[in-house]
């Protein structure tokens, strides 16, 4: 279920379903165990995730920690997810500078070859299912990753059948200057959340599974379906 959210929803992280599922597995340790799961388990190591889970999912649905605590413990929670925020911005914004001022401070011949180099890389890499972005740090290609969701949308164009499906990023890398970010909520706070759309070109005969019968062997293309022959008695 909340591997389904992870794919549904952009706010639902890596981060909520790890904290999701270790909640979860603990829950049913006590519930059928009748072990203390929580009692070594303090709320130090999982209200924030906790919190953050709520609040993922709430607002997936219009809702909000309100309408899920009520008003006293909603302030409560998200004063917390407030100074964690805080924290994941604090450090993606000096992750960026840090990385921004190692590539500044390199020879201008280097960081040209360097952005020329992660040019080259892009491109190839929009062949496997990443998309260019620019990057917050160098500004010089860099590509994001994520997960696909919804509806794909499929549009006849001319002898071209072309396929997109909305991605959802969850991953960051630039190869110019080597900034990484992990999550949406690390790519949010450096712009780069939102979601993309991947476009697929297929042939007609390879979208359908068509075969023309003046270019194939019908006895081996048989063959490799593996159909099999029955007697009708």
């Not at 899920?68 to 998200?78: N, R, S």
């Not at 992660?118 to 740090?137: F, I, Q, Y």
């Not at 900034?179 to 959340?193: F, I, S």
């Amino acid at each position: 279920m909340f591997n389904l959210c992870k794919t549904l929803f952009d706010g639902f992280s890596e981060a909520d379903l790890k904290a999701a599922i270790a909640m979860i597995n603990r829950r049913n340790d006590e519930l059928h165990t009748g072990a203390s799961a929580f009692e070594e388990y303090s709320p130090k190591y999982w209200l924030v995730g906790f919190y953050h889970v709520c609040q993922s999912l709430t607002t997936a649905m219009g809702e909000s920690l309100e309408t899920l605590f009520g008003e006293d413990e909603a302030k409560v929670a998200q004063e917390i997810l407030n100074e964690t925020q805080i924290e994941v911005k604090q450090r993606v914004h000096s992750t960026i500078a840090a990385h921004r001022k190692v590539f500044e401070d390199r020879p201008e011949l280097e960081r040209l070859e360097a952005a020329e180099k992660a040019k080259e890389d892009g491109m190839k890499l929009a062949h496997e299912r990443h998309h260019r972005v620019t990057c917050p740090a160098c500004v010089c290609v860099a590509t994001v990753q994520g997960e696909p969701f919804g509806l794909e949308h499929v549009i006849h164009d001319e002898d071209v059948i072309k396929v997109q499906q909305p991605v959802s990023p969850r991953t960051f890398a630039c190869s110019a200057c080597g900034l990484k970010l992990q999550g949406y909520a690390e790519l949010d706070v450096a712009q780069l959340g939102g979601h993309y759309t991947r476009t697929t070109e297929f042939s007609p005969e390879d979208y359908y599974g068509l075969i023309d019968p003046e270019n194939i062997n019908i006895e081996d293309y048989l063959d490799q379906l593996d159909i099999q022959e029955y007697d009708n008695e």
